[in-house]
Structure formats: structure tokens, C-alpha cells
């Protein structure tokens, strides 16, 4: 059981290591270009294996918040992968499906995530990871309740998926990076050094958004 933990537990930072290095490359590489697409795709799959090993980790050691981050972040991964699948499959409604689908669980997961906040509350007043657990659960509540939301009523704008592509990988980097502050900035308070990543991404990434809403001259997306 040990050599299967420590094997999983390389897996599992080998990969986290690899998407937190070619993340920044895929996102200044020129959009829609061969680069941005490859090293998008390498993110992606790293992503998918920071997930899998995190799993069982949990399960040999138990550590809730290796389990809840290997989660939001592929989940942000997987949201920001599919919105350019579903652009260019042959059955984008088949693919909206399966993705409405996936987000709905996530929202039960989210909301579990939220009660878990909570739950700490109780235990200890200003828990630190009551604050992480809260702050998660209200960013992945957004994401999967929007892609419920649209499967509904789907959005008007021509390129809201470019717009969910670049929220949704740029928002599981952040994911990896917080991962990574948690593990190595131990000078910092722990709910910072859990959510600084947060702090300072969640603006960027709305600025970032609202500057190629105006490049592209589409329908200003309502605030979601």
C-alpha cells in the first residue's frame, strides 16, 4: 500500500508541477494558433491526471482539501475543454446534454462543499478552510449553475464559448496555483496563502474578458 501511495503521490505532483508550468505558455501563445492548442491540450490531460491520482490519495490518506481542490480544478478544466468541443462537434446538442449533466453533479458537489464551510464554522469560529471551502463552492456554484442555466436558455452571444474556453482554463490554473501556495507558501496565513491566486486572478480574468467582449464587438454577456 505504501509503494502505491508514494507511486500515486509522484503522479499526482509530477502532473500538478506540469500544468502549473505550461499553463502560462498556452495562455500567451496566440489564441487559436497549433501552440496554444497543443500546450492547451497538455494542461488539460495534466489536469485530468491531478484528479485521478487525487482520488485514491484520498481514500489511502484521507485529505479533504487535496480531494475538494483535484476537483474544482478539473472541473474548471473540463468546462473550459468542452466549450470548444461542443463548438466544433457535429452534435453540439449531444454534447450540451452530456455537459449539462456533469455541471448539475457538480452543483450538488458544490453545495456539499458549501455545507462543509459551514460545518467548520461550527467547529471553530473564523475557520481558515471554512473561508476556502465558502469561497470554492460559491466560484464553482457560478460556473456549473451557468451551464445549467444555458442549457435552458442559451446565450445569444456568438462567442460565449470563447469566452467559457478561456474563463474556465484560465480559472482551473488559478485553481493549480492556490494548490501550489497552499503547499509551499507556509510563511503566509492560511487563508491567504490559499486564496491570494483568487484575489488577484478573479479580476484579471474579468478584465481579460471584457477586452476581447469589445474586441469582438458581440453582445456585452450579462454579470454572471
Known amino acids: 500500500m505504501e509503494t502505491l501511495y508514494q507511486t500515486l503521490r509522484m503522479l499526482h505532483i509530477g502532473a500538478g508541477m506540469t500544468a502549473f508550468f505550461v499553463a502560462p505558455v498556452a495562455l500567451l501563445a496566440r489564441k487559436g494558433g497549433k501552440a496554444h492548442a497543443a500546450w492547451g ?25 487535496l480531494f475538494l481542490v483535484a476537483v474544482f480544478s478539473f472541473h474548471l478544466s473540463w468546462s473550459g475543454y468542452r466549450a470548444v468541443v461542443r463548438r466544433r462537434t457535429a452534435d453540439p446538442a449531444r454534447a450540451a446534454k452530456v455537459d449539462r449533466l456533469v455541471a448539475a453533479a457538480m452543483m450538488l458537489f458544490y453545495l456539499a462543499l458549501a455545507g462543509w464551510g459551514v460545518h467548520l464554522f461550527t467547529l471553530r469560529p473564523h475557520h481558515p478552510f471554512g473561508y476556502v471551502s465558502l469561497a470554492f463552492a460559491g466560484i464553482g456554484l457560478r460556473f456549473s449553475g451557468l451551464e445549467v442555466y444555458r442549457y435552458f436558455k442559451p446565450s445569444g452571444d456568438r462567442m460565449v464559448w470563447w469566452y467559457d474556453h478561456m474563463q474556465g482554463m484560465a480559472g482551473s490554473y488559478i485553481a493549480a496555483v492556490s494548490a501550489f501556495s497552499a503547499v509551499n507558501f507556509v510563511f503566509l496565513p492560511d487563508v491567504l496563502r490559499w486564496l491570494w491566486p483568487t484575489l488577484i486572478g478573479a479580476p484579471l480574468l474579468a478584465y481579460w474578458k471584457r477586452h476581447y467582449q469589445r474586441k469582438f464587438r458581440g453582445p456585452v454577456a450579462r454579470p454572471a
Do not use: C, K
Open 41 to 65: 491540450n497538455v494542461f488539460f490531460r495534466a489536469m485530468v491526471a491531478v484528479a485521478a491520482s487525487a482520488v485514491p490519495l484520498t481514500f489511502i490518506n484521507p485529505n479533504v482539501f
